[in-house]
Nanobody, 124 residues
Framework: QLQLVESGGGLVQPGGSLRLSCAAS????????VAWFRQTPQKENDREGV??????????FHTDSVKGRFVISRDNAKNTVYLQMTRMTPEDTAVYYC???????????????WGQGTLVTVSR
């Protein structure tokens, strides 16, 4: 069974850091482009593409609001992709999802496999 499982969400104070994990089972994640999305209660039908790492060359892409604060990386030995979030703000509060596609590019489209999501709350 092909599966993605996110973990690492929780409560963090503004200015703090958090690392999310996206672990794959049933397939080799390094062969896939992986993206992180987030969804807030205010936008139930809209998942924002946050960060992406390409399968072809490992290049990272980030939406403007997280550039310089978020890093996406792979640990191929663990079949896992991480999202390291720093200097977090309340606007980063959301359910974060990872998703994978066999396409080589990072356009946040045509994601074939999704995880169940993990909640991140940035608050004092």
């Amino acid at each position: 069974q092909l599966q993605l499982v996110e973990s690492g969400g929780g409560l963090v104070q503004p200015g703090g850091s958090l690392r999310l994990s996206c672990a794959a089972s049933g397939f080799t994640l390094r062969n896939y482009t992986v993206a992180w999305f987030r969804q807030t209660p205010q936008k139930e039908n809209d998942r924002e593409g946050v960060s992406c790492i390409r399968s072809s060359d490992g290049r990272e892409f980030h939406t403007d609001s997280v550039k310089g604060r978020f890093v996406i990386s792979r640990d191929n030995a663990k079949n896992t992709v991480y999202l390291q979030m720093t200097r977090m703000t309340p606007e980063d509060t959301a359910v974060y999802y990872c998703a994978a596609t066999g396409e080589p590019g990072c356009d946040f489209k045509n994601l074939e496999l999704w995880g169940q999501g993990t909640l991140v709350t940035v608050s004092r």
